[in-house]
């Protein structure tokens, strides 16, 4: 292969290496992030992440970001069609009021991140007390949570068993971290070692942010 041959092709593999990892990178879509984060009452793993990581990068970015909580994770049906949760009755009963709350609080992420952040910590009020803390702690009533538990939070489930299904099956892991309705295991598994910097580099990216200094 001649000198000029050599300088071609290897100013082809940088520009197609180049060009995989921009493809490859989360951005992002107007401006802002859709992140849904698949959850589970009783895991440990969703506790940690949404207390520390979540909480920490809500806080630095939440004009950029749109979060959607799925309080669902690896639940399946039985023949009867009865929900069969990972962790169990409590699990299955902590997730629906989770799921009510959530949707009591639609459009507003700031009570929808410390009402989770509520859930996920200890005393761990729904999973471990069967108890309405949090709710009421974010300005919901008990008469209207109560209401949705027996009667419309049905309605929540099959939203919740659509988006989780596919993103359960192909992350294999809760909590399910999926950008701007992406499922993309690479994506997932930055944001779960480093959602910082994963929200960081994107918004750098787009110039129309002005955020300009990430830490790896």
């Not at 984060?37 to 004009?63: H, N, P, V």
């Not at 070692?193 to 994107?202: D, K, Q, S, Y």
Request: charged share 15%.
């Amino acid at each position: 292969m001649s000198n000029a041959a050599k300088i071609m092709y290897i100013a082809f593999a940088f520009l197609f290496l180049y060009a995989s990892s921009a493809e490859a990178a989360l951005q992002t879509v107007n401006g802002t992030i859709h992140m849904r984060i698949g959850s589970t009452a009783a895991c440990s793993d969703a506790a940690r992440f949404i207390t520390t990581q979540l909480i920490e990068t809500y806080e630095l970015y939440k004009e950029y970001l749109q979060i959607e909580f799925v309080p669902w994770g690896r639940t399946r049906r039985d023949a009867e069609g009865n929900l069969i949760c990972q962790f169990g009755e409590d699990d299955c009963w902590a997730n629906r009021v989770q799921r009510c709350a959530l949707s009591l609080l639609a459009g507003n992420t700031d009570a929808q991140i410390k009402y989770m952040q509520c859930e996920f910590s200890p005393p761990f009020p729904a999973l471990r007390q069967k108890s309405l803390y949090c709710a009421q702690s974010v300005g919901l009533s008990v008469i209207e949570v109560d209401y949705c538990m027996s009667t419309t939070g049905s309605a929540l489930e099959g939203p919740a068993e659509l988006v989780s299904t596919p993103a359960v099956e192909a992350i294999q892991f809760i909590p399910f971290i999926v950008f701007n309705n992406n499922i993309n295991v690479d994506h997932h598994a930055q944001a779960y070692r480093n959602l910082r910097g994963t929200i960081c580099f994107a918004l750098a990216d787009d110039p129309t942010t002005g955020i300009t200094h990430c830490k790896i």
